[in-house]
């Protein structure tokens, strides 16, 4: 039987979150029904106090028996491994769809849709890595990893706007995970905002960072990606999502680096 997503309930469309962003094992714990993944986007950033938590945890306690490049470096394979390196497969596609499909948006599509990496995603991760591996090394252990997990759901709550502002360009059956997002509701908008925003204030209040740098650049570079991505393609997938969320979270260690 089909159930409506207003029949279940708010810790089944959390639970759905978990279980779709990450690769940690909930769906033994709970099945939610099917319905819930169409709302993962508004737990989106919740899913990031768990990520960033874990990767912050990593780094910060690794830099008390390790060298500090070695607790980066496993800070970044340990997030790697809990989301199964899900948005880093979006921004490759990203990159290899923008990169070589020209204006063309159907051959972007299919781009992006092929399971096969190109060149422009090679290089493009390599350079991502490498920059997100320097922006946290630049960082002494603790900023490092309070920066971490004040980015990560503040990078996913700003990315979830691109569900707001533009339609899916696919439909349901050329999904990759054959799963469309629902539209965003004021309700959920509130919800996203406190999930992104009560980290990011308690961080900028504790360690005094500038709060327009840090919170208007990076949203200011989903915001050009968005102008991108509606010319090229006139719609959002989950790569542009994964994408834009890696890109807008490396946007704050550099806006903190400069600071």
Known sequence: MQINIDQTHWYDRVWAALIFFTRLP???LHQPPKA????VVEHWPLTGWLTGGTMAATLYFGSWYLPYSIAVLLAIVVRLL????LHEDGLADFLDGFGGGGSNRERILAIMKDSHIGTYGVIGLICYELLLFAALFAMPPALAALTILVADPYAKMVTSQLIIMMPYARNIEESKARTVYRKISVKAGIGLAIQGLLPMAAYIWYTGMRWDLIIF???LVMYFLYL?????IHGYTGDCCGAV???VELSVYLVVCTQ
């Not at 809990?82 to 390196?85: C, E, N, Q, R």
């Not at 991108?228 to 090229?232: A, F, S, Y």
């Open 217 to 219: 650049l990076p949203a």
């Open 228 to 232: 991108l991505i509606w010319r090229k």
């Open 36 to 39: 819930c993944y169409a709302t």
């Open 82 to 85: 809990l989301t199964g390196a």
């Open 245 to 247: 969320c890696l890109l």
């Open 26 to 28: 909930f769906w033994r």
